[in-house]
């Protein structure tokens, strides 16, 4: 018997010419050109390192490179364009020469980064946080570029989203967001959107579990999720530790999303995100 239409996702997404197979679990490796990650462990300090921790995470199994210049993080400073573009530049400029092949996410919500990453570094997909609320010009600048597109769900801007947490139900609420964004995409003919329902962001600590445990709700949209669990708040928090003692918890909570439906696992530690992707197939394999 077939399964309801709202277990269907996109089985592929589009990459400079590269069908990338979604139906199968992604791990998308996080390195962060910045100086205030919440995670130390994730910041790269110069090219060397950089060079150093793309190899390994290429040789762990990641898929895919997510690099971002911008600290998201809850209170993190705020940086203006220019700084950004001249922390990533040195930065995308290796990466592309060492590994023309590789594929790379920037995590950015400004336009004007978006189109420059691309066109210069032929630079893959976009990862939005803020889903085109924090630059009017993001949708339309996508639909120019072609690429694939992370649609975030967050209230407010990194600075106070966690006061941004009230809602009248929370599922409701993120459907609605992206139901919204969705259609401004479709008109626009964005053909490659991938769902990140943002945990983490504009959700407290109940609110992300409650999130994580209703996420096959998603799939609604038959689009590809992304999920960003590594080492956040909701596992270290809830288990009195702190983000270097969150690689189990990370584990645990990356299982009970692939079971939910997760395409994509945006991940600090590559190694262990593969080996959960690989067991957990091989548990499906007999299903």
Same mark, same amino acid.
């Given at each position: 018997?077939?399964?309801?239409?709202?277990?269907? =996702?996109?089985?592929?997404?589009? #990459?400079?010419?590269?069908?990338?197979?979604?139906?199968?679990? =992604?791990?998308?490796?996080?390195?962060?050109?910045?100086?205030?990650?919440f995670?130390?462990?994730?910041?790269?300090?110069?090219? /060397?390192?950089?060079?150093?921790?793309? @190899?390994?995470?290429?040789?762990?199994?990641?898929?895919?490179?997510?690099v971002?210049?911008?600290?998201?993080?809850?209170?993190?400073?705020?940086?203006? $364009?220019?700084?950004?573009?001249?922390?990533?530049?040195?930065?995308?400029? =290796?990466?592309? /020469? $060492?590994?023309?092949?590789?594929?790379?996410?920037?995590?950015?919500?400004?336009?004007?980064?978006?189109?420059?990453?691309?066109?210069?570094?032929?630079v893959?997909?976009?990862?939005?946080? /803020?889903?085109?609320?924090?630059?009017?010009?993001?949708?339309?600048?996508?639909a120019?570029?072609?690429?694939p597109?992370?649609?975030?769900?967050?209230?407010?801007?990194?600075?106070?989203?966690?006061?941004?947490?009230?809602?009248?139900?929370?599922?409701?609420?993120?459907i609605?967001?992206?139901?919204?964004?969705?259609?401004?995409?479709?008109?626009?003919g964005?053909?490659?959107?991938?769902?990140?329902?943002?945990?983490?962001?504009?959700?407290?600590?109940?609110?992300?579990?409650? @999130?994580?445990?209703?996420?096959? $709700?998603?799939?609604?949209? $038959?689009?590809?999720?992304?999920?960003?669990?590594?080492?956040?708040?909701?596992?270290?928090?809830?288990?009195?530790?702190t983000?270097?003692?969150?690689?189990?918890?990370?584990?645990?909570?990356?299982?009970?999303?692939?079971?939910?439906?997760?395409?994509?696992?945006?991940?600090?530690?590559? =190694?262990?995100?593969?080996? #959960?992707?690989?067991?957990?197939?091989?548990?499906?394999?007999?299903?």
């Amino acid at each position: 018997m077939d399964s309801p239409n709202f277990f269907k =996702k996109k089985s592929y997404i589009n #990459c400079r010419g590269k069908l990338i197979d979604v139906s199968q679990p =992604k791990v998308m490796g996080i390195i962060n050109v910045t100086p205030d990650s919440f995670y130390a462990s994730s910041r790269v300090a110069n090219l /060397s390192d950089g060079k150093q921790r793309i @190899l390994e995470m290429v040789q762990q199994g990641a898929d895919m490179i997510d690099v971002g210049a911008y600290s998201s993080r809850p209170g993190a400073e705020h940086i203006d $364009e220019k700084q950004e573009q001249q922390r990533l530049e040195p930065f995308l400029d =290796k990466l592309r /020469s $060492e590994f023309p092949d590789l594929v790379i996410s920037l995590d950015t919500f400004r336009s004007s980064i978006a189109k420059w990453a691309v066109e210069k570094y032929q630079v893959d997909m976009i990862n939005d946080i /803020s889903a085109g609320g924090l630059d009017a010009a993001m949708f339309e600048t996508i639909a120019g570029l072609k690429v694939p597109y992370i649609l975030m769900h967050m209230v407010g801007t990194p600075q106070n989203m966690q006061s941004q947490t009230r809602y009248d139900n929370l599922i409701s609420a993120i459907i609605s967001y992206f139901a919204q964004k969705m259609e401004q995409l479709n008109l626009l003919g964005v053909a490659d959107v991938i769902l990140d329902p943002g945990f983490g962001f504009s959700k407290n600590l109940d609110q992300n579990f409650e @999130l994580l445990a209703r996420l096959d $709700e998603l799939r609604i949209f $038959e689009q590809p999720l992304l999920v960003g669990l590594s080492r956040k708040s909701m596992i270290y928090k809830h288990l009195q530790s702190t983000p270097d003692e969150a690689l189990n918890g990370t584990t645990v909570l990356n299982t009970l999303a692939l079971g939910k439906g997760a395409s994509i696992l945006r991940v600090h530690d590559v =190694k262990q995100a593969r080996e #959960c992707v690989q067991l957990y197939q091989k548990t499906q394999s007999f299903q």
